[in-house]
């Protein structure tokens, strides 16, 4: 089992560089960004190209509402070729708030544009002309939708590598499912291993069943807040899984449409899910907050004495986590590093 972990920018570009080469040297494998509404993480990545060595850079995500999939795929061998061939193309749907809200563009077949993007990613880095008939996106563009002068074009540079990585972010059923079929790797959110096989176990069959056997087996990239031993450290640590999941499950969409409320009822907890929903959305969120069961954070956490740890470690390794993603918290977060990589090893 590899370490990921997950790296931000804060308008400090020697801090962020200082950041990634601690955490190559204390045992990371891999780091990856989110992109929403701040600082584009591609130009981060570009930057941590030239700044690391050993590193895998990963997306996660892009959102494949924010660029067209030929632009996504020019990104992809861009970094790519700039690392060395160190990039994973993470990419995901995102929400219809930050799609229509900051993107103005509908939030429509979020799965068939997935696809397609994937689809059209692989046929870019082929080096062939590319011409794709899909649900969300048809190369070259029909003529009564536009001038009727688009022609199938191919790549003019040549990538390093043809076989990028891609990890989908996914936890719908039927999204989980085309992620278990077409791409490398699956990046799940608010993770608990021991009720993975209930939540994800059919989804992921299913898109097995239809895997190419070209394809090598999934990844999947999973894992949880890291505290060991005890202290004030540990509850600070609770408290901000806590406040996270609270402000996923309350907030993060409408009380219509909440991804991450309705992962939170098929993990079992669907009557503290509406609560969570209800206070958040009615502006108690301390309340929201207090809500989230302790028995989320015991299964999702790795928190406690280094023995405890261990044994949680195995049982992420036994459902398929082939990259366990952590976020260390304590006064020395890269030995924290160093211990669990020792582990995983």
Known sequence: MKLSTTIGFNGDPERL????????????????????????????LAYLAAKTERLQLMTGILPVYSRSPALIAQTAMTIDTLSGG????????????????????????PIARTRDTIEICRKVWSGDKVTHDGKAFTL???????????????????????DIPIVIASIGPKNVEMTAELANGWQPIHFVPDRFEHVWGESLAAGAAKRSADLPPLEIIAGGTVALGDGPHVQEARDAVR??????????????KNFYNDLFKRYGWEEEAEKIQDLFLS????EAMAAVPEEYMDLAMLC????????????????????????PVGDDPLETIAKVKAWVE
């Open 304 to 327: 406690g004495d280094e023995g405890y740890v261990r044994e949680r470690l195995q049982v992420f390794k036994d459902v398929g986590v082939t990259h366990l993603n952590i976020t």
């Open 243 to 256: 406040n996270n999941i609270g402000f996923y499950v309350g907030g993060m969409g409408a009380k219509s």
């Open 140 to 162: 070259p563009l029909p003529e009564d939708q536009g001038t009727g002068l688009g022609k199938p074009l191919k790549l003019m540079s040549r990538p390093l590598r043809t």
């Open 86 to 109: 160190r990039f994973v193309l993470g990419l995901g749907t995102s929400g219809p708030q930050v799609i229509e809200g900051w993107h103005g563009v509908p939030f429509e077949k």
């Open 17 to 44: 560089a200082r950041q990634a080469q601690d955490l190559e040297s204390a045992g990371i494998d891999l780091v990856w960004g989110g992109e929403i509404y701040g600082f584009d993480l591609v130009s981060v």
């Open 283 to 286: 502006g108690h969120r301390a």
